[in-house]
């Protein structure tokens, strides 16, 4: 593990998959969810497919290739460029075993910093090749719910920045249904109860919002906060005390979507030479 962190907040991040594991305040508080059996992760990164394709199965000038749910850059090593006792930079390349399943060439770098007891995590998405490159970026955070501090799960709400009127997709048995629903969000708040996940997860297709507060009576709260990932996914398991807040840019294939892979809906393209940014911020309250 890499540890960092400025006297009021400390994280841990593991190298494999350049995956956040434990965010803790200077009371010894875990914001995390910490990998039991419902959920075995805390925070992966989902490069280069957010959600899945059809069948798994990339298709590209002709050919195919397995590429399975949220990529694989969750469950690859990353190499360390740079440790500090404030934060760490990690780096992924293309080799034979990503063109294997994704046959682009690509750099994905993530840069993790505390300041002012807010931790910071930037990925960046360079294109080496010659051709645009088509690709999904999403973090996946699971935050603790119930927070530290808070009586039970009950009385958990997020207020976005913003009111959130717009019909919700959901995401059941990995298939994307867009704009299905009424919002559940009245306003500015959402209540987060088990019921509102029973039918998948929740995903905000264009949300207004680029900020929200994660909160419970009796808690220190968590303000959250995302630039460059229009999309918004909420999601939890059964038996697990987690909730996952996910900024994306990209989706699931739409129902009936199976076709050639840079013109999937939703994915980033990044000219030759040209790099992208992918921001979050997670700050106690």
Not at 123 to 134: C, D, F, I, K
Not at 222 to 242: E, K, N, S
């Amino acid at each position: 593990m890499l540890r960092f962190g400025d006297g009021a907040l400390t994280a841990a991040v593991n190298p494999d998959g350049a995956e956040l594991s434990s965010l803790r305040d200077a009371a010894g508080r875990e914001y995390l969810w910490q990998a039991g059996p419902a959920w075995p992760r805390h925070a992966p990164l989902l490069f280069p497919m957010v959600g899945r394709l059809a069948g798994d199965t990339l298709r590209h000038q002709g050919a195919t290739y397995r590429l399975t749910q949220h990529g694989f850059a969750r469950d690859r090593r990353f190499t360390l460029a740079q440790h500090t006792t404030t934060g760490c930079r990690l780096e992924l390349r293309d080799d034979d075993a990503t063109r294997a399943a994704y046959p682009f060439g690509f750099r994905l770098t993530l840069d993790f910093g505390i300041a002012g007891g807010a931790l910071s995590m930037t990925a960046t998405v360079h294109n080496p090749g010659a051709e645009p490159l088509p690709f999904g970026f999403g973090f996946h955070p699971g935050f603790a719910w119930p927070l530290p501090g808070a009586e039970g799960r009950a009385d958990h709400a997020l207020e976005f920045a913003a009111a959130e009127p717009a019909p919700i997709g959901r995401l059941p048995n990995d298939s994307f249904a867009r704009a299905v629903e009424p919002s559940p969000v009245q306003g500015r708040r959402l209540a987060l109860t088990d019921a509102l996940f029973q039918a998948g997860a929740v995903v905000l297709d264009a949300p207004t919002s680029r900020s929200l507060r994660y909160a419970a009576p009796g808690a220190r709260a968590l303000h959250l906060a995302w630039q460059g990932l229009p999309q918004l996914g909420l999601w939890t398991r059964a038996g697990g005390d987690f909730l996952c807040i996910e900024p994306w840019h990209g989706y699931h294939s739409p129902p009936g979507w199976d076709g050639e892979f840079t013109t999937k809906p939703g994915l980033a393209h990044l000219a030759p030479g040209a790099s992208q940014d992918f921001s979050f911020i997670i700050r106690p309250e």
